[in-house]
């Protein structure tokens, strides 16, 4: 009986195998088929500590037992205002606001209407975005919009709206970057939106902190609103709780996702200046921002946001974040032969797997997930680009043994 479940970024019509898990703790899933799986890539990069931590389930169930759900048009609730606290405590003190959304993309959506709606209720026609080439920043059609445009969204086109492109800075060509931001901002854009450090699903193409420091500057130079997007970057991937700390830069805008409830349950918040609130603020309503979904700060995925921030004040999760990073630079030495460009930053591990013609749609990367998912490892290339992004909890054996898998893989192309 084929299953009436259409999933995301799968080619039905390739009947490649779905596998069904029924469990997980830790960096483990377990299969109805009695497989233990080592999740490398943290479920598509959300699970910070582990799955099924027990602190995060209990704040779950205890929040699900209190409240479920609440209108937040207007009416508030504990686990959502004990959040935005604890996010305001540990987030740049520049950052003064939180809104509350659902998914990463939404908080992009949010990000970029506050920019918008910052100018628009100034008075300032300023409504252009500046992307970096190569960027990913969700599926929703404003996150597609300000995301490099390929095979992905080619369909969609007629529905993006115009972004201004500076180049990815590329080793060498950094001032080139800088050069283009610099003549965008004189035009008076609204907002620059960015990954800080590193590009994910764009290829985990990494560029240094000097750089996104100096963007930054000109930003601020031309008061043109500077949008980090954290979403994946958040929450130690990069080795530090925000990307942007290794830059020393303070955005306007800061979207995150993922890693904000652990990657236990959906949540995002998008957290903006008190100059960006103030603009908004008025006694005429036509000013007020105006978004909402449905679900926005559903408190029980609050719970467990409250509970990974707990996490991260009280148990040494920096320490286990440096831990996995040394382990893995160690681990990936002996790739380097076999494999083109090897890099890290913090948790995170990528490498070029060597395939003419190389492209997202080539082979080469369902083969390789193929071969990992035969050996219980779930590892999924971006194209020709392989990558490992483990929980911060994967033991010294797992690990080793993902990159044993990969190694493997590697001698056999
Ligand atoms: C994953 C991601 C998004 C989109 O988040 P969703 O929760 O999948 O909507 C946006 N920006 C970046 C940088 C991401 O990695």
Redesign the pocket.
Same mark, same amino acid.
């Given at each position: 009986m084929t299953s009436p479940v259409w999933h995301p970024f799968t080619q039905h019509g390739l009947g490649e195998p779905v596998p069904l898990v029924t469990r997980a703790e830790g960096a483990i899933l377990q299969t109805a088929d009695g497989r233990r799986v080592i999740d490398a890539i943290s479920s @598509? @990069?959300v699970t910070t500590h582990g799955h099924c931590h027990p602190r995060i389930l209990a704040a779950i169930r205890a929040q699900a037992e209190k409240l479920d759900q609440l209108i937040f048009a207007g009416w508030t609730h504990e686990p959502a205002e004990t959040l935005a606290r604890d996010l305001i405590a540990i987030m740049p003190p520049a950052l003064t606001k939180v809104f509350f959304s659902d998914?990463? *993309? /939404? *908080? +992009?959506e949010v990000a970029l209407k506050m920019a918008l709606g910052h100018f628009a209720n100034r008075g300032e026609d300023r409504s252009r975005i500046v992307v970096m080439a190569g *960027?990913?920043?969700?599926? /929703?059609i404003g996150?597609m919009s300000v995301g490099a445009r390929g095979v992905f969204n080619k369909s969609y086109a007629p529905l993006l709206f115009d972004v201004d492109v500076i180049p990815f800075p590329e080793p060498g060509a950094e001032q080139a970057t800088l050069d283009t931001l610099e003549s965008l901002c004189r035009q008076r854009p609204a907002a620059l939106i960015v990954?800080p450090l590193i590009l994910? !699903?764009g290829g985990m193409r990494i560029y240094p902190a000097a750089v996104l420091r100096m963007m930054r500057e000109i930003c601020a130079a031309h008061g043109v609103l500077f949008i980090a997007?954290? +979403?994946? /970057?958040g929450w130690g991937r990069t080795g530090t709780l925000l990307a942007c700390e290794q830059a020393d830069v303070v955005p306007d805008l800061l979207?995150l *996702?993922?890693g904000l409830t652990g990657g236990s349950l959906?949540l !995002?918040v998008t957290l903006a200046t008190d100059e960006i609130f103030a603009s908004h603020l008025s006694e005429d309503r036509s000013r007020m921002f105006f978004h909402s979904s449905s679900y926005t700060a559903n408190p029980i995925a609050c719970a467990a946001a409250v509970a990974n921030l707990a996490i991260w004040r009280e148990e040494p999760v920096r320490e286990r974040i440096a831990d996995i990073a040394r382990r893995q630079a160690e681990l990936s030495v002996p790739l380097a032969e076999k494999v083109s460009n090897l890099r890290q930053i913090g948790t995170i591990v990528a490498m070029e797997v060597e395939q003419p013609e190389g492209s997202y749609l080539s082979a080469l990367g369902p083969r390789l997930t193929a071969h990992f998912r035969e050996r219980n490892v779930l590892l999924r290339p971006l194209g020709n680009t392989l990558y490992v992004m483990p929980p911060y909890c994967i033991s010294d054996d797992d690990l080793a043994r993902v990159y044993a898998v990969i190694g493997e893989a590697m001698e056999g192309m």
């Open positions: @598509w @990069w998914s990463g *993309s /939404t *908080s +992009v *960027s990913y920043h969700g599926d /929703t996150g990954e994910g !699903a997007d954290e +979403v994946m /970057t979207c *996702s993922k959906p !995002a």
